[in-house]
């Protein structure tokens, strides 16, 4: 069974919105850092944002503040990532990712233990 499922990608124009979903099973997303990053084609993943742990901590990469917000749903352990005023430069696989542990900087990837398949989001006119 896989751990992580994101959904909710997809082709918009600049200036929509879109709302990622990342759905856990068998992890929780309750205890240590969660986080979205993406992948543009030929760049490294970078982070996008998290939240450190239990405190509840939220980390934003500057070209989406403002823009971008990231929550989570502790019943149903489900993450989200509402993403406003989209811009071409947003394109890119997006990933849910969870940490064995809490991080105060969250945006790292190689602090992630477990990860989503991906969920493609292209903006485009």
């Known amino acids: 069974q896989v751990p992580l499922v994101e959904s909710g990608g997809g082709l918009v124009q600049p200036g929509e919105s879109l709302r990622l979903s990342c759905a856990a099973s068998?992890?929780?997303?309750?205890?240590?850092?969660i986080g979205w990053f993406r992948q543009a084609p030929g760049k490294e993943r970078e982070g996008v944002s998290c939240?450190?742990?239990?405190?509840?901590?939220?980390s934003y990469t500057g070209s989406v503040k403002g823009r971008f917000t990231i929550s989570r749903d502790k019943a149903k352990n489900t993450m989200y990532l509402q993403m406003n005023n989209l811009k071409p430069e947003d394109t890119g696989v997006y990933y849910c990712?969870?940490?064995?542990?809490?991080?105060?900087?969250?945006?790292?990837?190689?602090?992630?233990?477990?990860w989503g398949q991906g969920t493609q989001v292209a903006v485009s006119s």
């Open positions: 068998g992890v929780s997303l309750d205890h240590g850092a």
């Open positions: 990712a969870v940490s064995f542990r809490i991080w105060v900087y969250c945006l790292i990837p190689r602090q992630y233990d477990y």
């Open positions: 939240i450190s742990g239990t405190d509840g901590g939220i």
